[in-house]
């Protein structure tokens, strides 16, 4: 390095330069990844988003969660979810039992639907 003066001194600060500019840059890199990535967890998080939650359905009138959980109690007690498993597995059911099936999946949506299980 004998004769190299100043050359020497401005090479090195260069060099300092241009790292700690590579490492900025990366960071900022960074920062601009995990602020994209909160914005869009953030439209999940909204209720009103597109696709979102659409909230508890509304329970027809004379209903309530007691009543539904009743009238699928009995339903159950009648052995309808053996009926119900039958015919989701595509099994062909009497129109009596179908109609069963239909009316303990009905039940069974509104239960859901109002979030009456919560």
Request: net charge positive; with cysteine.
């Amino acid at each position: 390095m004998v004769g190299t003066g100043w050359s020497g001194i401005a090479f090195y600060a260069e060099l300092a330069v241009e790292v700690r500019v590579q490492v900025k840059m990366s960071t900022l890199a960074a920062l601009l990844f995990v602020g994209g990535a909160a914005a869009a967890m953030s439209g999940c998080a909204s209720g009103n988003a597109a696709g979102g939650d659409p909230g508890a359905m509304a329970m027809p009138a004379g209903s309530s969660c007691q009543t539904v959980r009743g009238e699928l109690n009995k339903l159950d007690a009648k052995g309808a979810q053996s009926r119900v498993d039958a015919a989701s597995r595509g099994q062909k059911l009497p129109p009596g039992s179908q109609a069963e099936v239909d009316r303990y999946n009905y039940l069974l949506n509104l239960y859901l639907g109002a979030r009456c299980h919560v």
